[in-house]
Nanobody, 121 residues
């Protein structure tokens, strides 16, 4: 299977920036989707950014401020978050779907453990 380890969260002030990382470990043959979600206290998990077929779509609330990217050589996804607002406070999760190396190229669907982002006003 594929394990995802997130890092980069923390406590920042409004207007600051953070970069979240999501490192994958495992025998990945291909990735067909990677995404970032967030869940604020008392709210449902919501999509922040999703990349499929090389195209990324962002939630309206973060468009223009957040950038999702991937470094294949490092097997790591990133979420660059600029101009952070208190309403961005949430636990952020990375999500990857793809196929494993080996016979049958079995599909995998993995989630990170989440990293807390807190933005003070």
């Amino acid at each position: 299977q594929v394990q995802l380890v997130e890092s980069g969260g923390g406590l920042v002030s409004a207007g600051d920036s953070l970069r979240l990382s999501c490192k994958a470990s495992g025998s990945i043959y291909s990735i067909n989707l990677y995404a970032w979600y967030r869940q604020a206290p008392g709210k449902q998990r919501e999509l922040v950014a999703i990349t499929t077929d090389g195209s990324t779509n962002y939630a309206a609330a973060v468009r223009g401020r957040f950038t999702s990217s991937r470094d294949n050589a490092r097997n790591t996804n990133y979420l660059q978050m600029n101009s952070l607002k208190p309403e961005d406070t949430a636990v952020y999760y990375c999500h990857i779907r793809g196929n494993l190396e080996g016979s049958g190229y079995r599909a995998f669907n993995s989630w990170g453990q989440g990293t807390q982002v807190t933005v003070s006003s």
